[in-house]
């Protein structure tokens, strides 16, 4: 196989992963120690998300062939991607938990669902609740009328019973 057809082939995977990941989180991690992309690399794939450093050149042939050239401006220097294929959420928090800890990582952009979204969309995500969490508010939201409307009545019911 020529080096053409390989990198054709790796264009067609970047593509594919662009493609199928609900969140695509690109970083630059310059700076960062072994130990800590290590460290790194661990939390992502206890999420089940996929961490690549990828080259900018075949990105950008990726991104093209999937109209996604605004990502392209981002893709400078040292670059990692997360694809998540789940959670939506998850590498956003996680990576922006991680560049909390060690300031060399860099967040700059990423790709929410097919759409390119800048530093500040990512952030907003990675400030949202879980999954989980989500879900946990919705049913409390649900559960509070039920709750109001059965206190209610207990209150009436023992008034009855003092002016009984």
């Given at each position: 196989?020529?080096?053409?057809?390989?990198?054709?082939?790796?264009?067609?995977?970047?593509?594919?992963?662009l493609?199928?990941?609900?969140?695509?989180?690109?970083?630059?991690?310059?700076?960062?120690?072994?130990?800590?992309?290590?460290?790194?690399?661990?939390?992502?794939?206890?999420?089940?998300?996929?961490?690549?450093?990828?080259?900018?050149?075949?990105?950008?042939?990726?991104?093209?062939?999937?109209?996604?050239?605004?990502?392209?401006a981002?893709?400078?220097?040292?670059?990692?991607?997360?694809?998540?294929?789940?959670?939506?959420?998850a590498?956003?928090?996680?990576?922006?938990?991680?560049?909390?800890?060690?300031?060399?990582?860099?967040?700059?952009?990423?790709?929410?669902?097919?759409?390119?979204?800048?530093?500040?969309?990512?952030?907003?995500?990675?400030?949202?609740?879980?999954?989980?969490?989500?879900?946990?508010?919705?049913?409390?939201?649900?559960?509070?009328?039920?709750?109001?409307?059965?206190?209610?009545?207990?209150?009436?019911?023992?008034?009855?019973?003092?002016?009984?």
């Amino acid at each position: 196989m020529g080096i053409r057809e390989e990198k054709a082939q790796l264009v067609q995977e970047i593509a594919q992963k662009l493609r199928d990941s609900k969140s695509t989180i690109v970083t630059d991690y310059r700076g960062l120690t072994v130990a800590e992309v290590t460290e790194l690399r661990k939390r992502l794939r206890e999420a089940g998300i996929e961490f690549k450093v990828l080259k900018n050149t075949l990105t950008r042939r990726a991104t093209a062939e999937l109209g996604l050239t605004e990502l392209d401006a981002h893709l400078t220097g040292p670059t990692a991607i997360a694809f998540s294929y789940d959670d939506v959420v998850a590498p956003a928090r996680i990576l922006n938990d991680f560049a909390k800890e060690h300031k060399a990582l860099e967040l700059k952009a990423g790709v929410l669902e097919g759409r390119v979204v800048g530093l500040e969309e990512v952030k907003a995500l990675a400030s949202l609740p879980s999954r989980e969490g989500l879900i946990s508010m919705l049913l409390s939201v649900l559960q509070a009328p039920m709750r109001n409307f059965a206190y209610a009545v207990k209150q009436i019911a023992e008034q009855k019973e003092q002016q009984a």
